[in-house]
């Protein structure tokens, strides 16, 4: 699958070239996300997100399972993580919205993971640095709103005690073959590598582990993650769990282009302690165009909102209220709205989205506590 020379490639630490959505559900096994399945779930939350309208999140697995479970009174629980090891951009906040958004809906309880074992097994940052970012990158997701009596932060190596056995249990169940062909690791990987998609695994039984009884779970991540949940899908009936369900987005794309993603080791984003300056230079100068070289060619021509970086902003995260949106595509296409003027729309858009975030994120240093799993 992933031979030498290939230039497209996502795993869960690497997104190459271009990304085919098609070519992933097919490769990964996901299912679209269809009219049927969005209508079973306005049935029960009335609104449906701008990102299942618009199909950010795109893909899933078993959400039909978890709702019928869920309509027979078997309430789900939401997992999803982080890995620390630089800032919070803006790519990474989509998926955390959507999730408060879950949580708030269905009034579900959110398990929330911070993999400082995985970073330090997969970069070059020291432990101590990792755990920076960590605190650091918790501001962020407890900026965002979450409810603290119903959100719950598990830190790898802080919980392994809770972990741990769980993990082992997995890991049993997985041989190197397995992790070669999904991860692409290899006989020189370290042997922490190996071990690690087992950690990733063990929060979508741990509230089943801590409770005594199977409780659905469903994982809301971004596509590239998916990897990791197919092989605990595989292995967690085997312990007599339930697989975990999953919903997947596709990625904000960085400042340079539609493809790829916004990715905090590549610097080409914005992350979520810009200063409005740092912003305003970053979308004027860095965001890629889909306007015309010259005002004059671009009121006679029109612009192309599809590949128009500040415009995939606003689609995927920042203007919420489709006929708003769908203006600006149309006088962005017709050329009545310049480059300038959307950009000059964006760069206000995330003004005020981190202007409030920033204040949440100071107030956020002392609710660490409230967060952090006791026990
Ligand atoms: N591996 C993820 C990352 O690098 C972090 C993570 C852990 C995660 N558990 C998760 C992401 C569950 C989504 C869902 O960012």
Same mark, same amino acid.
């Given at each position: 699958?992933?031979?030498?020379?290939?230039?497209?490639?996502?795993?869960?630490?690497?997104?190459?070239? @271009?990304?085919?959505?098609?070519?992933?559900?097919?490769?990964?096994?996901?299912?679209?996300?269809?009219?049927?399945?969005?209508?079973?779930?306005?049935?029960?939350?009335?609104? =449906?997100?701008?990102?299942?309208?618009?199909? +950010?999140?795109?893909?899933?697995?078993?959400?039909?399972?978890?709702?019928?479970?869920?309509?027979?009174?078997?309430?789900?629980?939401?997992?999803?993580?982080?890995?620390?090891?630089?800032?919070?951009?803006?790519?990474? +906040?989509?998926?955390?919205?959507?999730?408060?958004?879950?949580?708030?809906?269905?009034?579900?309880?959110?398990?929330?993971?911070?993999?400082?074992?995985?970073?330090?097994?997969?970069?070059? /940052?020291?432990?101590?640095?990792? /755990? /920076?970012?960590?605190?650091?990158?918790? =501001?962020?997701?407890?900026?965002?709103?979450?409810?603290?009596?119903?959100?719950?932060?598990?830190?790898?190596?802080?919980?392994?005690?809770?972990?741990?056995?769980?993990?082992?249990?997995?890991?049993?169940?997985?041989?190197?073959?397995?992790?070669?062909?999904?991860?692409?690791?290899?006989?020189? @990987?370290?042997?922490?590598? =190996?071990?690690?998609?087992?950690?990733?695994?063990?929060?979508?039984?741990?509230?089943?582990?801590?409770?005594?009884?199977?409780?659905?779970?469903?994982?809301?991540?971004?596509?590239?993650?998916?990897?990791?949940?197919?092989?605990?899908?595989?292995?967690?009936?085997?312990?007599?769990?339930?697989?975990?369900?999953?919903?997947?987005?596709?990625?904000?794309?960085?400042?340079?282009?539609?493809?790829?993603?916004? @990715?905090?080791?590549?610097?080409?984003?914005?992350?979520?302690?810009?200063?409005?300056?740092?912003?305003?230079?970053?979308?004027?100068?860095?965001?890629?165009?889909?306007?015309?070289?010259?005002?004059?060619?671009?009121?006679?021509?029109?612009?192309?909102?599809?590949?128009?970086?500040?415009?995939?902003? =606003?689609?995927?995260?920042?203007?919420?209220?489709?006929?708003?949106?769908?203006?600006?595509?149309?006088?962005?296409? @017709?050329?009545?709205?310049?480059?300038?003027?959307?950009?000059?729309?964006?760069?206000?858009?995330?003004?005020?989205?981190?202007?409030?975030? /920033?204040?949440?994120?100071?107030?956020?240093?002392?609710? +660490?506590?409230?967060?952090?799993?006791?026990?």
């Amino acid at each position: 699958m992933k031979k030498k020379g290939i230039k497209n490639r996502v795993t869960p630490w690497e997104v190459k070239g @271009s990304v085919n959505y098609d070519k992933l559900v097919k490769e990964f096994g996901v299912e679209r996300i269809n009219e049927d399945l969005l209508n079973r779930i306005k049935k029960h939350t009335k609104e =449906l997100h701008f990102m299942l309208r618009r199909n +950010i999140f795109f893909a899933h697995r078993d959400l039909h399972w978890l709702l019928d479970e869920y309509e027979k009174g078997n309430k789900f629980f939401l997992y999803t993580g982080c890995g620390p090891s630089g800032p919070i951009h803006l790519g990474h +906040i989509g998926t955390w919205m959507f999730t408060k958004w879950l949580q708030e809906t269905f009034d579900v309880e959110l398990w929330f993971q911070f993999t400082d074992d995985e970073k330090f097994l997969f970069k070059k /940052q020291s432990l101590e640095e990792i /755990q /920076q970012w960590m605190h650091e990158n918790m =501001l962020d997701v407890i900026a965002l709103g979450f409810n603290p009596k119903k959100t719950h932060f598990i830190i790898n190596t802080k919980h392994a005690h809770l972990l741990y056995p769980i993990a082992i249990r997995i890991a049993k169940k997985i041989t190197f073959s397995m992790v070669k062909a999904s991860f692409g690791l290899r006989e020189d @990987s370290n042997i922490g590598q =190996l071990f690690y998609t087992s950690m990733q695994a063990a929060p979508a039984v741990l509230p089943s582990v801590l409770k005594n009884k199977n409780i659905p779970c469903l994982i809301p991540h971004a596509i590239d993650q998916d990897p990791h949940f197919r092989l605990t899908r595989d292995i967690l009936p085997k312990l007599g769990y339930y697989k975990p369900a999953s919903i997947q987005n596709m990625f904000l794309p960085p400042l340079t282009g539609v493809s790829g993603k916004m @990715s905090s080791s590549e610097n080409n984003g914005i992350f979520t302690t810009d200063t409005k300056e740092e912003v305003k230079n970053k979308i004027n100068k860095y965001a890629f165009s889909g306007g015309q070289p010259t005002l004059e060619e671009h009121k006679l021509k029109g612009g192309d909102p599809e590949i128009d970086v500040s415009f995939q902003y =606003l689609r995927m995260l920042l203007e919420e209220e489709d006929e708003k949106l769908n203006k600006i595509y149309e006088n962005y296409k @017709s050329g009545k709205l310049s480059t300038g003027e959307l950009k000059k729309y964006t760069i206000e858009k995330i003004n005020v989205f981190l202007e409030k975030h /920033q204040k949440e994120r100071e107030k956020a240093k002392k609710k +660490i506590d409230d967060f952090v799993y006791k026990g």
